[in-house]
């Protein structure tokens, strides 16, 4: 595409209202074309990639969202002290706020997005509906009326029919959706709908919308410009979902044939002119599984989607250039004849989560980052990586937990498969423990392979699988210990830095020899794994559990004397087999990190004091001591957050498994809950801020009360910890 004159005869300064991966890749070809940047950011981020990469960087404010990058007067403000002639708002944050754009025409700055009124009407999902389907789209059967209460829900939801879907009537990105199996589940799905969409979009409107079983999410992107020009890219298969969220998504459809393709994209289009919208955007299908032919139109996303790249790839489009031409008043300069799919794309998201403790969100430093030498931006092929990550980032509860997308092409799908996969295995990340290794399992599975894919895939595939923790009894029973755990052993034990401290013997006899060192590390699902380590870290014995010693060294790839960056590589050798892993310790929390066979691991290293109250921990939560007798049970938070509900009260007599608060982190809620049955003591309230580990209830055991409670029953799930389903708000689809 010719890039020649946009800066000199348009936009010569553009702010970008966003962060992350999604701000560096605006960035990157704001840098192409020769166009100035401003970047803006929260003090959470004033070190953050996308400040460093732009031009100039402007601080909004401190590090909550609502008084930094969702502060519409404070960005506006930052483009007029910048001099910026246009504002390019990424995705989620303020990319569907029409306050945003009227500010910006206000100040006389262009909106690189549609008009108002095209993200008013699509941003009220109930007024969508009507409008698109008196232009002969279909849609799903559902409420169309946008205001309301839940009485009248509670009265449409047999019309409706069940299982249905509760969503929003504002916003996108699966925030505050929540699926409704039986009429008793649906006064609650209301309540926390309400209390999501308030919180995220400052609306509380709901609809009900019928629940397609199996369904393949298709969506269609869409460019039209101020000429009256309208043409689709083709389509997306975004179906591999958790809670609503996207985790991989490829272009094409691998169901999709011609003349499928043709209607949706005719039927995305007449979306697009129903509402005269200008801009890049992305009109979204649910279908059947099993008949892709048949479809229904959902929703529409007026900006630039996350998943964008796989589009870039196979058409050899910079989405993000044409939305810039666009704003600019520039004709497309592309007809639909002129738009060819050329072979096979697949994105999957990095976040920072942990798959072994149900997904939650994670947080800490990026001790060591490496993106494996992939590029970034639409040029990069046949790998990409967009990344937002730096070593020593702060990953924190702030934000939305999408650290990077690792992208693949290649002629075919089954290849870009293994290209992703690839990425996934080299891409290295230490310190925050992602779902890197959950991708890759998930990319090799039967159904994936084949395209055979529904919504529900994803929760079947973690129902199955079970957690791919570390086979403790294996260890003890003597088979061979796994690698990152030899590597573990090595670095806590017999490295410079070990961080076993006190608890590691010195290996010191008199008049004998040297004793092993040992320890216990503990896996990231609390599995406790005991070592030790006789001999130094090049030449040594390693044992696992009761198993039988095996013969390992751990030697620097490079000599950091010589070359300080490439300090934490290692050749790794265990019974004559060597494999490179890379290490980082974290002195603050003892725990080591290692990345070995392209995935990560990491190791609590605890000390006496810490061990002796994971063992007091444990014998509360089974509800007993020495003595006998029942002890209380703590209710403790596992990532920072906002409370955001209490939906029980001092003295309530709760059943195990019941949730007792309500966490709001990284755009999730996460109900916490009762680790036992009995009678709860709380000691927070709606809207107090909470640490890591906070302990924010008690429940003590009943003395001789049933465990009963009328008002607020909930049925003990098989394993509370997993089973504590959050209702996902992250950010944008």
């Known amino acids: 595409m010719d890039t020649r004159g946009l800066s000199g005869t348009a936009f010569t300064t553009v702010l970008v209202a966003n962060r992350g991966e999604i701000a560096c890749r605006v960035i990157g070809t704001l840098r192409r074309l020769g166009i100035r940047s401003v970047a803006v950011y929260s003090d959470a981020d004033s070190g953050a990639r996308h400040v460093r990469e732009a031009d100039v960087a402007v601080r909004l404010g401190p590090a909550q969202a609502a008084r930094s990058y969702l502060d519409v007067e404070a960005v506006v403000a930052a483009a007029v002290a910048t001099g910026a002639d246009a504002i390019h708002p990424g995705y989620g944050f303020l990319s569907e706020n029409p306050a945003l754009a009227r500010a910006c025409e206000r100040a006389g700055i262009v909106f690189v997005g549609p008009p108002v009124a095209a993200v008013e009407t699509m941003a009220d999902k109930a007024a969508a509906k009507r409008l698109v389907a008196a232009h002969d789209v279909p849609v799903l059967p559902g409420t169309v009326d946008d205001g309301l209460d839940d009485a009248a829900l509670v009265a449409a ?237 702060e990953v924190t509860g702030d934000y939305d937990p999408m650290l990077a997308k690792a992208v693949a092409w290649a002629p075919d799908r089954a290849r870009a498969v293994e290209r992703l996969d690839g990425l996934l295995a080299d891409v290295v990340v230490l310190g925050v423990e992602t779902n890197a290794g959950f991708l890759r399992d998930l990319l090799a599975d039967d159904d994936v392979r084949a395209g055979r894919l529904d919504t529900g895939l994803i929760d079947r595939f973690v129902a199955d699988r079970g957690e791919p923790a570390l086979d403790a009894d294996a260890v003890a029973a003597g088979r061979a210990p796994d690698a990152s755990l030899v590597a573990a052993a090595l670095l806590a034990l017999a490295g410079p830095e070990h961080p076993a401290g006190a608890w590691a013997s010195d290996g010191f006899r008199l008049n004998g020899r040297a004793a092993p060192r040992g320890a216990v590390l503990v896996d990231a699902t609390g599995a406790e794994h005991a070592v030790a380590v006789a001999g130094t870290a090049d030449a040594a014995v390693v044992t696992t559990g009761d198993g039988e010693p095996v013969r390992a060294s751990l030697r620097p790839l490079v000599d950091p004397r010589a070359d300080p960056q490439a300090g934490g590589r290692h050749m790794l050798t265990v019974d004559g087999v060597t494999r490179t892993v890379a ?139 997993v089973a504590a389903a959050h209702s996902d708000t992250r950010g944008a689809s």
């Open 157 to 393: 939801a047999d019309d409706v029919g069940f299982p249905l879907l509760v969503k929003p009537v504002a916003g996108g990105g699966g925030k505050g959706m929540e699926v409704v199996r039986t009429a008793d589940e649906l006064p609650g799905a209301l309540a926390s709908a309400r209390r999501v969409a308030a919180s995220s979009f400052g609306d509380d409107g709901l609809l009900l919308e019928r629940l397609v079983g199996r369904p393949r999410h298709i969506e269609v992107q869409v460019l039209a410009d101020t000429h009256g020009s309208v043409v689709h890219l083709g389509e997306r298969e975004c179906t591999l979902q958790r809670r609503h969220q996207k985790v991989v998504e490829e272009a094409p459809s691998p169901v999709v044939d011609e003349a499928t393709r043709a209607r949706l994209g005719e039927a995305a289009c007449a979306v697009a002119r129903s509402v005269g919208y200008v801009g890049a955007g992305t009109v979204e299908f649910l279908a059947p599984g099993d008949d892709p032919s048949t479809f229904w139109f959902i929703e529409m996303n007026t900006r630039l989607q996350v998943e964008h790249p796989v589009t870039e790839l196979v058409t050899g489009l910079d989405l993000v250039e044409l939305q810039l031409r666009v704003a600019a008043g520039e004709p497309l300069g592309l007809a639909q004849d002129d738009v060819a799919l050329r072979g096979h794309a697949v994105e999957a998201r990095l976040y920072a989560e942990s798959p072994a403790r149900g997904f939650l969100p994670a947080a800490g430093r990026v001790l060591r980052y490496d993106d494996a030498g992939a590029p970034a931006g639409p040029g990069a092929t046949p790998l990409r990586l967009d990344s937002g990550l730096l070593p020593g980032a």
């Open 583 to 721: 290490s980082a310790l974290d002195a603050t929390t003892a725990t080591v990190w290692v990345h070995v066979d392209g995935r990560t691991s990491s190791f609590a290293v605890p000390g006496r004091a810490a061990l002796a109250a994971r063992r007091r921990a444990e014998r509360a939560l089974t509800g007993g001591g020495d003595d006998g007798a029942a002890r209380s049970a703590a209710v403790r938070v596992a990532m920072p957050g906002t409370v955001s509900a209490v939906p029980v009260a001092d003295g309530d007599v709760v059943a195990a498994g019941q949730p007792v608060v309500v966490v709001e982190a990284m755009k999730m809620e996460h109900p916490l809950l009762a680790p036992v049955a009995g009678v709860v003591r709380v000691d927070v309230r709606t809207g107090d801020q909470v640490r890591l580990d906070q302990v924010v209830a008690v429940v003590d055991p009943p003395a001789d009360t049933p465990v009963r409670n009328p008002a607020n029953p909930a049925p003990a799930p098989a394993d509370p910890a």
